[in-house]
């Protein structure tokens, strides 16, 4: 089976599959979020609903669950050291990802700043930092996946 | 703008001339992952200078012989 996963190019580096679980882990934990604040607001406007415990949950559980799922399936994982270190390749990479992550944590504080200074609610410029902070992982981790399956991109 | 890498390169049959070396065994000799190896054998990766000479010591060849670009042949002459 090992092998005709490896034949496809399915067989991935440690960083690549933690590119993977943090992707599947962010888009999970936000929709998650979603459905419980849609959930909570049950037809009254959305910035009267509770969001801050359904916000702490999705951060703390996003961070847990990437931390166990990088355990399961880093253990007893097979084949040489070279399948297992972090090489020049899996830095050029990574950095391309937070690169490209980093910018939406960025609008995302401006956002809210902006938000703060013109006098919107709480809920609102919680939920914009929230937001740029998932979509900061999901695409820096898209990226990241899209780097590994095909070529680093040469400006 | 991305570019696509004119670079080419000899590794698949160096490793084959090599008594079939894997790829993995490369990987080990150059201290990289097996799927970096692979990356630059399909030339999705353009190594970079270091390592393209690590490449060419494990085979024990000049690094010419390793890698390619279109154009050295003839300026070389």
């Given amino acids: 089976m090992s092998k005709i996963l490896y034949a496809a190019g399915w067989v991935m580096t440690l960083r690549e599959r933690r590119a993977w679980i943090r992707l599947a882990v962010a888009v999970a934990a936000y929709a998650a979020y979603l459905a419980v604040v849609l959930g909570n607001a049950g037809g009254r406007p959305l910035a009267q609903a509770g969001y801050a415990a359904a916000l702490l949950w999705s951060v703390g559980g996003s961070v847990a669950a990437a931390v166990v799922l990088e355990m399961i399936t880093g253990a007893g994982r097979r084949g040489g050291a070279s399948s297992r270190l972090t090489d020049v390749r899996d830095r050029e990479i990574g950095r391309l990802g937070d690169y490209i992550g980093q910018s939406f944590v960025v609008i995302g504080a401006v956002a809210a700043m902006l938000m703060a200074m013109a006098g919107w609610e709480r809920f609102w410029i919680a939920n914009v930092i929230y937001l740029c902070f998932a979509a900061s992982a999901v695409l820096g981790n898209v990226a990241k996946v899209l780097a590994y399956r095909g070529s680093l991109p040469q400006w | ?77």
């Fill in chain 2, 1 to 77: 703008m991305v570019k696509p890498t004119r670079v080419t390169n000899s590794i698949r049959a160096l490793r084959f001339a090599r008594g079939e070396m894997t790829q993995a065994e490369l990987a080990d000799l150059i201290g990289v992952t097996r799927q970096t190896v692979i990356a630059i054998e399909q030339g999705r990766y353009s190594p970079s200078l270091e390592m393209a000479f690590q490449i060419a010591h494990a085979f024990k060849v000049p690094i010419d012989e390793v890698f390619h670009y279109p154009g050295s042949e003839q300026e070389a002459r």
